[in-house]
C-alpha cells in the first residue's frame, strides 16, 4: 500500500498496472519490494491503453483498457486474498478471503472487499485510505492479542491456585492435628504430669525441656 502511495503521489500518477504477489520481493530486512516496472504508466485520465496485467487480479475497468489508480488498488486487494489463503481470487469478482480462511478478522476481510468492488466509485478509492485502514487494524489486533495474553496469563495463576487447595487443605489438616496434640499434651502435663511422664517412660533430660518450653 505504501509504494502504491508513492507512485499514485507523484506529480503525474503512475500506475503499476501488474500489481500481484508474483512481482513482490521479501528483502532480507522483512521489507517488500515491487519489481517489474514494464507495465508501469502515467495516469492519463480519460486515455484508452492496452490491457496488461495477470488477470485474477485485474480491475473490470483495466481489463477493458482504461486503468487508472483505482485499478492497482484491486490487485492490491487481490494480492491481500492471496497473502491471507494462499489461492489467487476469482477474476472479475469481489474478494473475500474470509470464506476460505476462518480466522480472518472481519475487519480485514471488509478492507479486501472494499479495495475488490466491481465499480470504481464503490472501491477505496486511495492507497492512504488503504494504509490507514491496516494501521487500525493492526492496532486492534494488537489489542485483542494484549487481552487475550491478559486472559491466559490470569488462567494460568487460576489453575495454579486450584492445583494447591488440596495441598494448603492437607496442610491445613496436619496443623490442625499438630495443634490439638500440643493443646492435648498441655492439659495432660499440667493435669498431672507425674502421671504423663512416668507412663512415657522419659528422661529427666526430656521433663526438663517440656516444661520450660511450656513456661
Not at 130 to 142: N, Q
Not at 173 to 195: A, C, H
Amino acid at each position: 500500500a505504501q509504494m502504491l502511495a508513492y507512485l499514485h503521489g507523484q506529480e503525474e500518477a503512475i500506475l503499476h498496472r501488474d500489481f500481484t504477489p508474483d512481482n513482490m520481493i521479501l528483502k532480507a530486512d522483512g521489507s517488500i519490494a515491487i519489481i517489474d516496472f514494464g507495465a508501469a504508466n502515467f495516469f492519463l485520465g480519460t486515455a484508452t491503453g492496452t490491457m496488461i496485467g495477470k488477470q485474477a487480479y485485474i480491475a473490470p475497468e483495466q481489463l477493458r483498457g482504461k486503468a487508472n489508480p483505482q485499478s492497482d488498488l484491486y490487485a492490491l486487494g487481490g494480492s491481500l486474498f492471496f497473502l491471507l489463503t494462499g489461492e489467487d481470487p476469482e477474476p472479475l469478482s469481489v474478494s473475500q478471503p474470509a470464506l476460505i480462511n476462518r480466522q480472518i478478522t472481519p475487519e480485514l476481510d471488509r478492507l479486501v472487499s472494499s479495495l475488490t468492488q466491481m465499480e470504481v466509485e464503490d472501491r477505496m478509492q486511495t492507497a492512504q485510505h488503504a494504509i490507514e485502514a491496516l494501521k487500525e487494524i493492526k492496532r486492534v489486533d494488537e489489542i485483542v492479542e494484549k487481552k487475550e495474553k491478559e486472559k491466559a496469563i490470569q488462567l494460568e495463576k487460576r489453575t495454579a491456585a486450584i492445583k494447591l487447595i488440596p495441598k494448603v487443605s492437607k496442610a491445613h489438616s496436619e496443623l490442625e492435628s499438630l495443634l490439638n496434640e500440643i493443646i492435648s499434651l498441655d492439659e495432660s502435663v499440667l493435669r498431672n504430669p507425674f502421671n504423663y511422664y512416668s507412663n512415657r517412660k522419659v528422661s529427666n533430660d526430656e521433663i526438663i525441656s517440656d516444661f520450660k518450653s511450656l513456661i
